[in-house]
């Protein structure tokens, strides 16, 4: 062989697409003898069996489900063609704190060595969305992805952050910082789960709900207007008919908006969001992700409103809906003055830590009217403040007030 | 409106695609005033500029080419419309031993966080394989995953692990067992970079273009084998011509065989790699990762051999081939007792941790002709001991008599 001379320089492009798919179901009392959906779902992945399954339990779950560990053994071994247990169901804390000890991190991971756990075995974890992160980031970098099923216990979970694509813990004082994008296996939400939640809790998922329905689908929103009071009153029927529609328009716009991993620097989802992460952090996680976002509807709102973009009437609706359904329009912490010259409200850390977390320009969503969102590229330092003083005096006014 | 009964069970489908795209480009001196190359692929990523980028250099890559830091300073500070440095480069250290400090992940994340670098900005690393599959992991799971430029310094990263899609570092003692399949932004080789190598280091990454040959391209192999003292002799043009060719094969296959991220138990670029993964642990890595594959490649082709698959004329030719280039086809740990019952050869921790890193079936590549690849589901351990004895004997006798 002769060789040519070599020029300066030569190129190769290399391009190739990667096809995804999960299921997500829904179904009551997953780990009861007769339920067949866990063994059907990881029955039908086309390999031999058993399939080795390691379970990691959120330890608040395990708290009001006493008995919970007995039954998933159970369930596993009565099926023992199926799967088997690779080790005993592993605990581990649960809220959002468990996403701030990397060490957990390393724990599981460990286990996944121990009990030999390979990429056509399953990490299953059972908990709050908290639990699912980060059991889903150990799972997805232990052997570049092991299969992954989440079985969400909260409302949040169940309507939002499980049906997704990410995964994550917190580190150097960022949320999520640490994280990929990581399909799941499959996601099977149990309604029962839900009657064990708290009122806090049980209502706080519902944000996610208003959001999704704001900037996608006015229908969605009366839906929710209509039902506010079942939802408080935590009626099953109607919640389980929340979580279903938020879940499917949760996937739809990860499946169907063409940016499934993110790659530019829209994300729609995240309308009511920077100024929520900033919230949880400002009130050390004493208040819910999901009453965080509650307020950032309400702010951005409200922005949207002063910034002309939305009708007062419908302004009013949203921040009505917010209440009706239970929640505060405002805590101390979002008035709270900011350390940085540029930052006189502490909570615009948030938009800067959206800016560098997303990457290239800023892109916050804001509403045109109930059911379509709009994208802006800056926010203004004296409406952001305007809308918290008029959400402060919304909190603590009556209603009527607020219509004023 | 009504809600309906609620059914036991419903489900969702999910199914999306992901497109992945990169360019591998091939240059000499990448970081001189002059060269175009670096400059033009940063910026013509849509965005305005300056984007923020961060350099992380290989110490051994460091040693052998004084003055790199400054280059690459002054290279990014002549095009400041283009790019800007987010701090001075980073020096981390090389070799495999890099791959075993997970605190290494950590710092490198630090200082993503702490200079800010964002999803649109990038993390560049020079330096070899380890280096690169260290820094690349860290910048996948950094924000869910930074932009990340491979400049890879040796052969085998040039035309080997530089231009796949996986990162990943050794934990537990299993080699890449934490790391994610995270298609880099480019990959930039130079092959100023391989002209400091030594010897070892030059002809190490041969052995995967000798595997590739072996199990896609004849032709490949007969390009090899012609230009084997040239080769030896480190010329530069066919060192070029078979970087180029293989790292062809190797972004054809990850593109073009339907499971870039290796999600079934497939898996031919690893012929010969079963044994060179445990030969690296039981040297203590004092063998390179290609001399080691080198070895791998040589007991595999003898065990087709033996096993009634390949010619011996052919499997002479391999292995000649192999020793031409400078290769050993041996060293004493291949023949080490192993400790547990099962493996009355150490080496065979290897196959044990194939069949878990890749799960489900054990699925091994071996040769039925050069240029054709074979998979098989088992191995015989009676084959693989008398395999290496025959190593052992080829080894420490003239070639002559390896043709006997």
Redesign the interface.
Known sequence: ?I????P?????????????????????GLFKADNP?LTEVVGSDG?KGPRKILFVVDQIVLEKTPGLLEQITAYVEQNPAVFTLAAPPIVVPGGEACKNE?RLV?QL??SI?RY?I????YVAAVGGGAVLDLVG?AA??????IRHIRIPTTVLAQNDSG?GV?N?VN??N?K??????S?PFAVLND?EFLRTLNDRDWRAGISEAIKVSLIKDAAFF??IQ??AQKLRNRE???M??LI?RC??MH?QH???AGD????G?SRPLDFGHWAAHTLEQLTDYSIRHGEAVAIGIALDSTYSYLAGMLTKAEWQEILELIRAVGFDLYVPELAQPGTEPDQPLAILKGLADF??????ELTIMLLERIGRGVEVHEMDVELITRAVRMLEAAQYTSAPQIRN
Chains 1, 2 share one sequence.
Request: no cysteine; glycine share 8%; aromatic share 16%.
């Open positions: 062989l060789l040519n001379d070599t300066f320089m030569r190129s190769l492009n290399q391009e190739f697409t990667v096809q995804f798919s999960y299921s997500v179901h829904f179904t009551n959906l390999s990397m390393d991971q460990e060595h030999h390979d990429r056509h075995s980031f997805a970098i232990a052997h570049r992805g049906v990410k994550g580190n150097f960022k999520n910082f640490t994280g990929t994008f399909p309604f009366r839906f209509d039902n099953m029927a109607a389980e008919e279903y879940a499917e996937l990860i499946g169907g499934p991993f993110e790659k620097s800016r560098e977390h997303l990457g290239g």
